[in-house]
């Protein structure tokens, strides 16, 4: 099975808001309304931001939402701040298996 | 507070085998599924393999099958994976991860990774 398609990067300034896509197929996140997206910044542990498409873990800004149409999965961060720069990724199970994108790196100018 | 701490991570040779633990804390660990994710130097987040609560379901990523095996012991609230025929390509971090898994009412299956460690490094090269 193949990694879930992110988008290599983006970009945004503070307090613009961003949207990172994820994408699958019908047998993945077309077929399982289990996206789950994390935060990841080098030399920590990921942080989950987002699970079952679009709920929100207790503490995790409201300025992340999250949505899916489809194979597609969306991430938006709304109110880009400076520490929302990080490495982001989505997952999604297919079957008792589990598929990650490649990751976005998301950049504030 | 959930804490999960990874060790056993170090440089090997190919062929060679290697052991990685994990220490889990902060909730009652026999009610979890567990799941080992890696990432590569430079590269993406890698999900390897998952364990049910008794240790009667293990699922693996196509390229680790037969080399790896997860296994857990609950008396000593522990997640291990056990690492065989080590290739270059299984250089990574390694991270210990929690998952929320469960079936929603029409009996589809659900879950997503909740508490991950810090992780634990494994060199693979000659």
């Known amino acids: 099975q193949s990694a879930l398609t992110q988008p290599r990067s983006v970009s945004g300034s503070p307090g613009q808001s961003v949207t990172i896509s994820c994408t699958g197929t019908?047998?993945?996140?077309?077929?399982?309304?289990?996206v789950s997206w994390c935060q990841h910044h080098p030399g920590k542990a990921p942080k989950l931001m987002i699970y079952?498409?679009?709920k929100r873990p207790s503490g995790v800004p409201d300025r992340f939402s999250g949505s899916k149409s489809g194979n597609t999965a969306s991430l938006t961060i709304s109110g880009l701040q400076a520490e929302d720069e990080a490495d982001y990724y989505c997952w999604s199970y297919a079957g008792s298996l589990v598929l990650f994108g490649g990751g976005t790196k998301l950049t504030v100018l | 507070e959930v804490q999960l701490v990874e060790s056993g991570g170090g440089f090997i040779q190919p062929g060679g085998s290697l052991r990685l633990s994990c220490a889990a804390s902060g909730f009652t660990f026999s009610s979890y599924w567990m799941t080992w994710v890696r990432q590569p130097p430079g590269k993406g987040l890698e999900w390897v393999a998952n364990?049910?609560?008794?240790?009667?379901?293990?699922y693996y990523v196509d390229s680790v099958k037969g080399r790896v095996t997860i296994s857990r012991d609950n008396a000593k609230n522990s997640l291990y994976l056990q690492m065989n025929s080590l290739r270059a390509e299984d250089t990574a971090v390694y991270y210990c991860?929690?998952?929320?898994?469960?079936?929603?009412?029409?009996?589809?299956?659900?879950?997503?990774?909740?508490?991950w460690g810090q992780g634990t490094l494994v060199t693979v090269s000659s």
């Open positions: 991860v929690r998952v929320m898994r469960y079936y929603d009412s029409s009996g589809q299956i659900k879950g997503y990774f909740d508490y």
């Open positions: 364990i049910k609560q008794d240790g009667s379901e293990k």
């Open positions: 019908n047998s993945d996140v077309g077929d399982y309304d289990s």
């Open positions: 079952d498409v679009s």
